[in-house]
């Protein structure tokens, strides 16, 4: 089973989507959004992206000067910062 993309108001006139995996586990919340197609929009941005984006490593300090050297071999997709 897919995970969940649920459209709730957040008070006045403002929405937001949270995705939620089969287990019921609150994976991604959104920001909030003025209209119901801006969070329809949001939803099918992530949709769009997630796939094929790239996993940022913001765990651990690194020096001001960054990486020494380029990566390779396997992990080589995840971008540090």
């Known amino acids: 089973m897919a995970g969940i993309f649920e459209i709730a ?12 995996a089969p287990d019921g586990t609150v994976v991604a919340v959104s920001p909030l959004f003025n209209t119901i197609k801006g969070a329809a929009a949001g939803i099918n941005a992530v949709r769009e992206n997630a796939a094929t984006g790239l996993i940022v490593d913001k765990s651990r300090d690194r020096s001001p000067q960054g990486p020494t050297k380029a990566a390779t071999g396997p992990g080589a997709g995840l971008a540090r910062s």
């Open 9 to 20: 108001k957040a008070g006045g006139k403002k929405y937001f989507f949270k995705l939620t």
